[in-house]
């Protein structure tokens, strides 16, 4: 796109209501952020966050593939995100999915003013290439008033960005608050429950049958599966979604930016060269202690939920004793908040003194605390 264009958007979208700062609504679409992993195999049977944060892979296949954090990326990204197929799936059950999703708070998209007299546009862009020629599809969906639309896009082996506009929905407002309100969904793979209607390149009220849809015979689905071969790849990088008639160029944040924008939903305390200590507390018996961590980041809700892993090398340690934690458990109390964990530890591996203050170490590695507030 020339200089020219991107001005010309640009002045477009600002009278359609968008343009400026802070337009992209999609959270680490740069894929520059990874806390959780930068590469993850087998994937396949179980839905979750996986390699980049707040991009959920939604799947229910007997195919299996990789996801990893790749430098492979257009001019002016660094990262990119990559499914690698490792298991084809040659028989494919009807409500078989592989669904790349962002879940949005509704309190983020009031500005498309959407389900009123004023609704906006939305305007998607992004990069995407693959191993072959492949069609898939784009789809943005309203949780709060079940109503979604849906464009399929076409990739190749080169890296090609792809501009989709939706017409603004008069119908439905979104709620404004920090619950899921809105999803955004990359579909790459469809059993035959998604292809029985038509595909909707408008906002309609949800249907199985047509978030694919099939190409007029009734059976043939719109888009190609990305688990026909092991030989199948996908990348895409440089999301955005924003309000106006047509998209801009990404919008580039610092790293520390997008990386709090992540952490409001996912943080995760690790271990560093050294041993590493969290929080303070005490111990509230001899057997037990209570911890309080403030978070880094806001987080979305007043309740993350906590994981902890490597507790075979997590610690309670009070003054001149320290305690494994491995042979008890450690869980969320329900009096923290948005801005502080309160953790309550039971069955040490030793007698510590009651009253005395205390302390979380990460002895190695593989020892962590992580905090999940995903949508």
Same mark, same amino acid.
């Given at each position: 796109?020339?200089?020219?264009?991107?001005?010309?958007?640009?002045?477009?979208?600002?009278?359609?209501?968008?343009?400026?700062?802070?337009?992209?609504?999609?959270?680490?679409?740069?894929?520059?952020?990874?806390?959780?992993?930068?590469?993850?195999?087998?994937?396949?049977?179980?839905?979750?966050?996986?390699?980049?944060?707040?991009?959920?892979?939604?799947?229910?296949?007997?195919?299996?593939?990789?996801?990893?954090?790749?430098?492979?990326?257009?001019?002016?990204?660094?990262?990119?995100?990559?499914?690698?197929?490792?298991?084809?799936?040659? *028989? #494919?059950?009807?409500?078989?999915? +592989?669904?790349?999703? &962002?879940?949005?708070? =509704? %309190? !983020?998209?009031?500005? @498309?003013?959407?389900?009123?007299?004023?609704?906006?546009?939305?305007?998607?862009?992004?990069?995407?290439?693959?191993?072959?020629?492949?069609?898939?599809?784009?789809?943005?969906?309203?949780?709060?008033?079940?109503?979604?639309?849906?464009?399929?896009?076409?990739?190749?082996?080169?890296?090609?960005?792809?501009?989709?506009?939706?017409?603004?929905?008069?119908?439905?407002?979104?709620?404004?608050?920090?619950?899921?309100?809105?999803?955004?969904?990359?579909?790459?793979?469809?059993?035959?429950?998604?292809?029985?209607?038509?595909?909707?390149?408008?906002?309609?009220?949800?249907?199985?049958?047509?978030?694919?849809?099939?190409?007029?015979?009734?059976?043939?689905?719109?888009?190609?599966?990305?688990?026909? *071969? #092991?030989?199948?790849?996908?990348? +895409?990088?440089?999301? &955005?979604?924003?309000? =106006? %008639? !047509?998209?801009?160029? @990404?919008?580039?944040?610092?790293?520390?930016?997008?990386?709090?924008?992540?952490?409001?939903?996912?943080?995760?305390?690790?271990?560093?060269?050294?041993?590493?200590?969290?929080?303070?507390?005490?111990?509230?018996?001899?057997?037990?202690?209570?911890?309080?961590?403030?978070?880094?980041?806001?987080?979305?809700?007043?309740?993350?939920?906590?994981?902890?892993?490597?507790?075979?090398?997590?610690?309670?340690?009070?003054?001149?004793?320290?305690?494994?934690?491995?042979?008890?458990?450690?869980?969320?109390?329900?009096?923290?908040?948005?801005?502080?964990?309160?953790?309550?530890?039971?069955?040490?591996?030793?007698?510590?003194?009651?009253?005395?203050?205390?302390?979380?170490?990460?002895?190695?590695?593989? *020892?962590?605390?992580?905090?999940?507030?995903?949508?």
């Amino acid at each position: 796109m020339s200089k020219a264009s991107e001005l010309a958007n640009l002045i477009g979208n600002i009278n359609a209501g968008g343009g400026g700062v802070n337009r992209n609504v999609i959270i680490n679409g740069a894929m520059n952020v990874a806390q959780r992993s930068t590469s993850e195999a087998d994937i396949g049977a179980t839905s979750g966050y996986y390699v980049c944060d707040r991009w959920k892979i939604n799947t229910s296949t007997g195919g299996r593939f990789t996801v990893s954090q790749d430098s492979s990326a257009p001019s002016g990204f660094a990262n990119s995100l990559k499914f690698d197929c490792t298991t084809a799936d040659t *028989s #494919i059950a009807s409500d078989e999915q +592989i669904i790349l999703q &962002q879940r949005i708070e =509704g %309190q !983020n998209l009031q500005a @498309f003013a959407k389900g009123t007299s004023d609704a906006k546009p939305f305007a998607v862009s992004f990069y995407v290439k693959g191993n072959d020629s492949a069609t898939y599809i784009c789809e943005i969906r309203d949780r709060d008033n079940s109503r979604d639309a849906g464009k399929t896009f076409n990739v190749t082996t080169d890296w090609t960005r792809v501009e989709l506009t939706f017409d603004a929905d008069t119908t439905g407002a979104l709620d404004d608050d920090n619950a899921r309100s809105f999803d955004f969904n990359i579909i790459l793979h469809a059993g035959g429950d998604f292809i029985t209607g038509t595909l909707s390149n408008t906002f309609a009220a949800n249907a199985t049958g047509n978030r694919v849809g099939n190409t007029g015979d009734g059976s043939t689905s719109n888009i190609s599966s990305f688990v026909d *071969s #092991i030989d199948r790849t996908f990348f +895409i990088t440089g999301v &955005q979604l924003e309000v =106006g %008639q !047509n998209p801009t160029s @990404f919008e580039v944040e610092p790293f520390e930016r997008t990386l709090a924008k992540c952490q409001r939903y996912f943080e995760i305390r690790e271990r560093d060269s050294a041993n590493t200590s969290f929080g303070n507390g005490f111990a509230t018996t001899t057997t037990s202690g209570r911890i309080l961590l403030p978070y880094l980041v806001q987080k979305r809700s007043d309740e993350p939920t906590l994981t902890a892993t490597g507790t075979a090398n997590l610690r309670f340690s009070t003054t001149g004793t320290s305690r494994n934690i491995s042979s008890g458990s450690i869980a969320m109390d329900g009096g923290g908040n948005k801005n502080n964990a309160v953790m309550n530890l039971s069955g040490l591996s030793g007698s510590v003194t009651d009253g005395t203050g205390a302390t979380i170490i990460l002895v190695t590695g593989d *020892s962590s605390l992580q905090f999940n507030d995903e949508l």
